[in-house]
């Protein structure tokens, strides 16, 4: 079974940086889209940014300049570099990726169990 674990979270003053990591682990056969969503209580979950497996990446116009998405496919995994962090960027941040498991003709979308980003003075 394919699993997705998330760390690097934390507390950090407005301006600091973290970086957020997700390891996929399981019978992977191939990885497409991987990405990184949050959500704070009361709002919808929205994407942060993406990253495909040619490198492709989009993020969401409130950290254009910020935050660096990339993935290393030998360690499947994917990497949320934050930098200049806002109070408005507090969230749990979640991990997306869509992977198809070895014996499976098709991918399937999971997620990781999410970890919390504060950023407060």
């Known amino acids: 079974q394919v699993q997705l674990m998330e760390s690097g979270g934390g507390l950090v003053q407005p301006g600091g940086s973290l970086r957020l990591s997700c390891a996929a682990s399981?019978?992977?056969?191939?990885?497409?889209?991987m990405g990184w969503y949050r959500q704070v209580p009361g709002k919808e979950r929205e994407l942060v940014a993406s990253?495909?497996?040619?490198?492709?990446?989009k993020y969401v116009d409130s950290v254009k300049g910020r935050f660096t998405i990339s993935r290393d496919d030998a360690k499947n995994t994917v990497l949320l570099q934050m930098n200049s962090l806002k109070p408005e960027d507090t969230a749990m941040y979640y991990c997306n990726a869509k992977i198809r498991e070895r014996g499976y003709s098709f991918a399937g979308l999971y997620w990781g169990q999410g970890t919390q980003v504060t950023v407060s003075s």
């Open positions: 990253i495909i497996s040619g490198g492709n990446t």
């Open positions: 399981g019978r992977i056969f191939s990885i497409n889209n």
